[in-house]
Nanobody, 123 residues
Framework: QVQLVESGGGLVQPGGSLRLSCAAS????????MGWFRQAPGKEREFVAA????????YYSDSVKGRFTISRDNAKNTVYLQMNSLKPEDTAVYYC????????????????WGQGTQVTVSS
């Protein structure tokens, strides 16, 4: 089992930027598609971004495409989410996911979850 620890959340003004990190430990994660989900108050957890093990292919939800960038450093067992041009509707708890697969036309996590990091976009 992979253990995931997110960091980098916080309070930022609209239009600002944050970079989230997800550090993995335990079983090697280098062959897994990793990614991020988020959950806003009163809403279901939703897919944000995914990156395959090589880093060559990335996937984004329509709501963040062009503003967020996912990357990974397998040597450091870390996945990143660079978030630019943040909007109030990006406010949520962001969760790192260890083993994403496309299932039934949508991304699902078949591995571990991190504990989550709060991102609040407000003036």
């Amino acid at each position: 089992q992979v253990q995931l620890v997110e960091s980098g959340g916080g309070l930022v003004q609209p239009g600002g930027s944050l970079r989230l990190s997800c550090a993995a430990s335990g079983r090697t994660f280098s062959r897994s598609t990793m990614g991020w989900f988020r959950q806003a108050p009163g809403k279901e957890r939703e897919f944000v971004a995914a990156i395959v093990w090589s880093g060559y292919n990335t996937y984004y939800s329509d709501s963040v495409k062009g503003r967020f960038t996912i990357s990974r450093d397998n040597a450091k067992n870390t996945v990143y989410l660079q978030m630019n041009s943040l909007k109030p509707e990006d406010t949520a708890v962001y969760y790192c996911a260890a083993d994403l697969r496309m299932y039934g036309g949508s991304w699902s996590n078949f591995g571990s979850w991190g504990q989550g990091t709060q991102v609040t976009v407000s003036s």
